[in-house]
C-alpha cells in the first residue's frame, strides 16, 4: 500500500497525515497553517489507542432483559461486545416503542458541534436529522459557549452575529485604535482551537502586530495567563463576576464628566435616558461611582481612574470573552459592554467600538469572506420541541414542570429515550452528581462515539463511530479564508461506522430512510454541498473549482472581502437606510421587549446584579473557582491522548496556598456542597487571591469506592462536579459554570483514591 501524506482537518487545525501501508503513523501541522505540533501530533493515539470503541456494545443487564433491567446500572455494569445486527434490531426497538407509546417529545436528542470539522459528518445536524425523520424529538436551543449572549444580542443589536461569527477586523484595530480593552483577557491557549477548523491561527501575529503600532492593551481578568506573552499589558484583577459594576462605573464617568457622545445616544439607541438615570443613581439612590465599583471589584480605585484615563480619550476597542456570560447574570457583562461603547460613540468606527470573543477562540477578526463553506441541510421537527442547551439535568430531574426561556413559557416533557452522538454531557454540563442519578432516569441511553468517554460508559446501547480520518467530508469555518476536502485516509477502526451509515440503517428499519437520506450517499451528499459553493463563486466572480477539482487539490483558499469588516459599520453610516432588527431599529439600551417579559433576573437594561455565590459572598476560607479551558485540549477531547500521572492541576496564590500548608505538586482535595474532586495544585504568582483555576478537560472519574451514586470523589479533576446547576437569567437560560465557591484542602497520599488512567 506504500506511503501517503495528505492534508485533512479538525477543530484544533489543519494538519498533514501521514498513513503507511494503511495505518496512520504521523500527524504535523499543515505548513505555515500555525497549528499546534502536540495537539496534531496526537492523532495516531486517538485513532487506536486503548480509549478507542472498536465494536457495538450493549450494557450486560440491558442484553438480558431489555427496558426491563432499569438504568440503575448505567456506568457500573459491564459492556457487552456484540454484533452490529444485535445492537441496531435492539436500538430500532426501542426507538418503535417509544414513538409507539409516548409522544416524540419523549425522545432527547442530545449533541454538542465539536465532535467533528466535516460539515456533512456532523454529528449534531445528523442526529437531529434522522430523529425528525424518525418521528419528532426534543431539541437543545442555544449553546454552551454564548448562550446567554445568543439569547440577549436579538433584543439589544436585533441578531446574535456579534457573537456568532462578526467581529471587527484585527487589521482595521491594528490601523486605527489606540487602545484595546479586554474584558477576560486575551488568552493565547484557546486561539489553539477554531469551530469548524482553520488553515490559519493568525492570533498571535496580529496581536503582535497591533502592539508593534503602539495600541495600548488592557487585560481586566483575575489572572496573569490571558495576557499574551511579549505584551506590555496594563493587568487590572478584579473579583470575578464583576466585571459589569466596572463597566457601569466607566459608563458613569463619561456622563459625570461630559464625556459621553449624546449625539451618538440619540441617533443610534433607545433608552438611554433610562439607562443614564440608573447611572446616576436616581431610581436606586446609588450613583455607579468609580467608588463603588472599586469596592464591588475588590480594586484600588486608582486602578479605575487609570482605566478611565485610557479610555476617555482616543479610539478604543471593547472585547469581551465568551466565559463572562458563562456566570451568574451572564448578559449584564455584554449588555454592559455595549453601552459603554455607545456611550463613548466609537461603534461603527475602524478599530472602534465593541466586540466579543477576541479572547475565546482563533479566528475571531479574522478577515474571511463568508458563504463559502457548505452546511448541511436540516429537517423539520415534527415535536416542534426544544429545552435550553443547559438544561439537561432540568429536563431528567423535572418532567412536566414548567419552565421560561427568553419569552417563552415551556414544560420539560417526560424523557424516555436519549439519544446522544457527537459530544460528552458528563464533561460540558455542570453539577455531575445530579446528572450521573438523572441519567439513571430514562427507559434507554443510545450513544454514538468513538472513545470510552463517562457518557459511553452510561449507556444502554453504544454504536462505534468512525473519526475524521476514516471517512471523506469538506471542512473549514467562515473565520478562516481555506475550505479543505477530507480525505477518507485509513480503513475503520475495527468495527467503527460513521453517523450517516447508522443512521441511514436505522432509518431503514423504522420506515424513514428516504426522508433521512434525501436518496444520497456520502458521494452524493459531498457533490450536492459543494454545488451551493460552486454557485455562490459563480454568483461573487469567485473562482471555485468543481468537487473532483477540490478533491484533487485538496483545499482552496477563497479570497479575503472587499473591505475589512467593521461591526456595525453600514448601520453608523446610514442607520434609517440600515436599520437594525430590534422594535425601535436601533441599539436598544433599554428593552421594552425584556421589561415585558417580566423576569426577576434579568431587567431590561444593564444592570449589576449580586451573584450570589461569588467573592463578596464567600465565608472564610473559600475560594471563587474559575473553570478555563484546558490548555492543549478543546473541552475533554484529546484527554484520552494526553499522559497522565495525577490528577488535573489546580492553581492557586502562593498565599492561598500558604495559609493551607499547600506546596507544589501536592494532591489537593477541592469540594464544596455539590461535590468534590482531586486536583494538583500549582502555585502561580500571576493569580488574583481568593481565586482558583480548575481547567475542564478531565474526564468524569467518579471514585467506585465511595458513596452509593458512585461520585464521592472525582478523581481526574473534572471540576463539573463543583459547579452549579443554576442558569445565567431566564432570558438567556445559559451555563452559568463561572460562579462557584470551593475550598482547598491537602490530601494525606495514603488516604486519597488511585487515579484513573
Known sequence: ????????????????????????????????????????????????????????????????????????????????????????????????????????????????????????????????????????FTDQSGNYSWGAAAALLPHVLGDASAVSHAATDWDSIAGHADALVAFGGLNPKNWRVTSGGAGLHHMPEMVRKAAARGIRFVIISPTAEDVPPGIDALLIRPRPNTDTALILAMAHQAIIEGRADLAFLERYTTGADRFIAYLRGEDDGQPKTL????????????????????????????????????????????????????????IGLPGGGFCFGYGSMNGVGMAARRGYVPVMPGLANPAAASIPAAAVLDLLERPGEPFDFNGRRGSYPETQLIYWAGGNPFHHAQDLRRLEAAWRRPRTVIVHESWWTATAERADIVLPATTTLERNDIGGTSRDPFVFFMPKLIEPVGEARDDFAIFADL?????????????????????????????????????????????????????????????????????????????????????????????????????????????GSAAPGELHLLTSQPARQLHGQLYQARPHNAPAPIRLNPDDALARRIGDGDIVRVFNHRGACLARAERDAGLRPGVAILPTGAWYAPDPDGADDGADIERNGNPNVLTSDCRTSKLGQGSAAQTVLVRVAPVDAASRPEMKE
Request: charged content about 25%.
Open 507 to 615: 432509518a431503514g428499519r423504522l420506515g424513514c430512510h428516504a426522508q433521512f437520506t434525501e436518496g444520497r450517499d456520502e458521494e452524493a451528499w459531498l457533490r450536492h454541498l459543494w454545488s451551493a459553493t460552486e454557485a455562490r463563486g459563480a454568483r461573487e466572480g469567485v473562482e471555485v473549482p468543481d468537487f473532483d477539482g477540490l478533491r484533487r487539490a485538496g483545499h482552496i483558499r477563497v479570497p479575503p472581502p472587499e473591505r475589512p469588516e467593521i461591526l456595525l459599520e453600514a448601520y453608523r453610516d446610514d442607520p434609517e437606510a440600515n436599520p437594525l432588527a430590534t422594535p425601535s431599529g436601533r441599539i436598544e439600551l433599554y428593552s421594552e421587549t425584556i421589561a415585558g417579559f417580566g423576569y426577576d433576573d434579568c431587567p431590561p437594561m444593564p444592570r449589576w446584579l449580586d451573584p450570589g455565590e461569588w467573592a
Open 291 to 346: 467608588e463603588w465599583a472599586a469596592g464591588i471589584c475588590g480594586l484600588p480605585v486608582g486602578s479605575l481612574r487609570e482605566l478611565w484615563g485610557i479610555l476617555r480619550t482616543g479610539r478604543v476597542m471593547l472585547t469581551a470573552a465568551w466565559a463572562l456570560q458563562r456566570a451568574r447574570h451572564g448578559e449584564q457583562p455584554f449588555w454592559a459592554l455595549i453601552a459603554l461603547a455607545a456611550i463613548l460613540g466609537q
Open 1 to 136: 500500500m506504500g506511503r501517503q501524506v495528505a492534508a485533512s482537518l479538525c477543530h484544533w487545525g489543519a494538519f498533514e497525515a501521514v498513513v503507511e501501508d494503511g495505518r496512520l503513523v504521523e500527524a504535523r501541522p499543515w505548513p505555515d497553517g500555525g497549528a499546534d505540533p502536540e495537539m496534531i501530533g496526537a492523532w495516531p493515539e486517538l485513532v487506536y489507542g486503548r480509549a478507542r470503541i472498536r465494536r457495538p456494545h450493549i450494557r450486560r443487564s440491558f442484553l438480558e432483559r431489555g427496558a426491563e433491567a432499569g438504568g440503575a446500572g448505567r456506568g457500573r455494569e459491564e459492556m457487552v461486545p456484540v454484533d452490529w445486527e444485535t445492537a441496531l434490531e435492539l436500538a430500532a426497538g426501542e426507538l418503535r416503542t417509544v414513538y409507539r407509546d409516548h409522544p416524540a417529545n419523549a425522545v432527547f436528542g442530545g449533541s454538542y458541534g465539536w465532535s467533528s470539522a466535516g460539515r456533512f459528518h456532523h454529528a449534531r445536524t445528523q442526529v437531529r436529522r434522522f430523529l425528525a425523520a424518525a418521528g419528532g
